[in-house]
C-alpha cells in the first residue's frame, strides 16, 4: 500500500518585534539606527515573508496572520490571552503553531502561553531575531525556518523527544518555553535556559534532546480550571544590601495583589535587616503572596539555589516567602499574575 504522509499544515502568527522591523533616520548624527516598526499593512508584511523566505511552503503549507505588529515592549497581559485564544482556534487545522515575537518580553509570553495552552498538545514554537529580515546576515530567516521544521515535523516525527508543548528556538537551540531568559541583545544567541536542559539542538540534522514535558508545576490537579485572566497589580522587587523593607510596606503591600521578590543568587536576603523579617510578616498578615525567586544558572534539579541553604536564607521561608524554585524571574511573574487574577482568589 503507498502512503503518503500529507504535508503538514502550519499557522504563523506575526506579533512584530524585531523581526519585521524596519531601519529608521538615526536620531542623532553619531548615533545608532534606529529600528521601527514596520508601516507595512498586513497583507503586504505577509508577501514580504514569503518573499523574503520563499522555502516556507517545501516545509510545510503555512499560512501567516498578523496578529500583532508592535515592539514587544508593548506586548502584555490582554496580548497573551489574545494570542493562546488564537491559537486555541486553530488546534484542529494545524499541526503546529509558530508565533514571531520581539525578543524583550519573548520570556513572559512563553510562560504565559504555557499556562494559558494546558494541555498543550500540538507544538507553539515561539521565535524572534536579532537583525531584521531585511537586513544583510539576518537571523531572522534562518531562526524561521527552523522553527518551522520544529513546528511542522513534531507530530510526525518518530522521535518521541519531539518538541511538543510550548517552545521556544533562538540560534540553534530549542528551549522549554516557560524556562527562557533573554540573554543578549545583540549576539544571535540570544537566549538560555539557564536551569533547565535545552530541548533540541540544530546544526544540519534536528537533534532532539528530551521530550518536551509539561513543567508548568499543575500537573497534581490535572482538571484544575483556570480563567484567561492576569492580575496587574503584582510588582517584581529585586533585594539590594540595604533593602529599604520598611518603606515598602505601606507603599507596596496596601496596593498589591502580589509580590515577586527576588532573592540573591544563592537563595540568601538581608534577613539581617528587621524591617525585612516586619515585611513579610505583614504581607503574610493581608495575604499578599510574597514569591522568593533567585536568578542564576544551574542545570540542578532544585535550580541550585534555595533559601534554605544558608542561614542568612532560610528567615525568608520562615517569615512567610514562597520559593519558586527552578522558575525564572519571568516565569513566576506571569504564575504569579495568573493565580492572584483568577476571579474567585484560586
Ligand atoms: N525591542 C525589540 C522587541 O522586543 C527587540 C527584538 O525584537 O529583538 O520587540
Redesign the pocket.
Known amino acids: 500500500m503507498l502512503w503518503v504522509m500529507a504535508t503538514p499544515r502550519v499557522l504563523i502568527l506575526y506579533t ?4 519585521g ?1 524596519v531601519e529608521a533616520e538615526r536620531a542623532s548624527r553619531s548615533g545608532p539606527i534606529m ?1 521601527r516598526i514596520s508601516n507595512r499593512t498586513p497583507g503586504e508584511l505577509k508577501r514580504w515573508f514569503l518573499k523574503r523566505v520563499p522555502e516556507m511552503p517545501e516545509i510545510a503549507r503555512c499560512d501567516v496572520e498578523i496578529l500583532l505588529n ?6 502584555g497581559p490582554e496580548d497573551w490571552i489574545m494570542l493562546a485564544k488564537r491559537i486555541q482556534l486553530a488546534w484542529k487545522q494545524y499541526d503546529g503553531v509558530v508565533v514571531l ?6 520570556a513572559y509570553t512563553a510562560s504565559a502561553l504555557s499556562f494559558l495552552l494546558r494541555p498543550c498538545k500540538k507544538p507553539v514554537v515561539i521565535t ?3 537583525r531584521p529580515l531585511s537586513a544583510l546576515r539576518t537571523d531572522a530567516r534562518r531562526n524561521l525556518i527552523s522553527s518551522l521544521e520544529i513546528a511542522a515535523s513534531a507530530g510526525k516525527s518518530p522521535d518521541p523527544r519531539a518538541a511538543q508543548g510550548v517552545t521556544v528556538f533562538f540560534d540553534h537551540m530549542l528551549f522549554q518555553g516557560n524556562r527562557v531568559r ?1 540573554r543578549s ?1 545583540s549576539e544571535f544567541e ?1 537566549f538560555e535556559s539557564p536551569k533547565y536542559p535545552a530541548l533540541a539542538d540544530v546544526g544540519t540534522q534536528v537533534r532532539y534532546l528530551l521530550p518536551g514535558k509539561d513543567i508548568t508545576d499543575w500537573p497534581r490537579n490535572p482538571k484544575l480550571h483556570l480563567e484567561p485572566a492576569f492580575s496587574e497589580k503584582i510588582v517584581h522587587l529585586h533585594m539590594t544590601p540595604a533593602f529599604p523593607a520598611r518603606r515598602l510596606l505601606d507603599l507596596v503591600l496596601g496596593q498589591l495583589d502580589g509580590v515577586l521578590l527576588q532573592i540573591f543568587l544563592s537563595g540568601t536576603g538581608p534577613t539581617h535587616l528587621p524591617g525585612v523579617k516586619e515585611f513579610l510578616e505583614s504581607a503574610e498578615r493581608r495575604k499578599i503572596p510574597v514569591v522568593l525567586v533567585a536568578d542564576g544558572y544551574s542545570l540542578q534539579d532544585d535550580g541550585g539555589a534555595n533559601p534554605g541553604n544558608y542561614a542568612a536564607g532560610q528567615p525568608l521561608l520562615d517569615f512567610g516567602g514562597i520559593w519558586a524554585g527552578s522558575m525564572t524571574p519571568e516565569s513566576a511573574f506571569v504564575k504569579a499574575s495568573l493565580i492572584l487574577g483568577q476571579p474567585d482568589g484560586k
Open positions: 512584530g518585534g524585531t523581526f522591523m529600528l508592535r515592539d514587544s515592549a508593548h506586548v515575537h520581539g525578543t524583550d518580553t519573548l524572534g531575531a536579532q533573554k541583545a540570544g
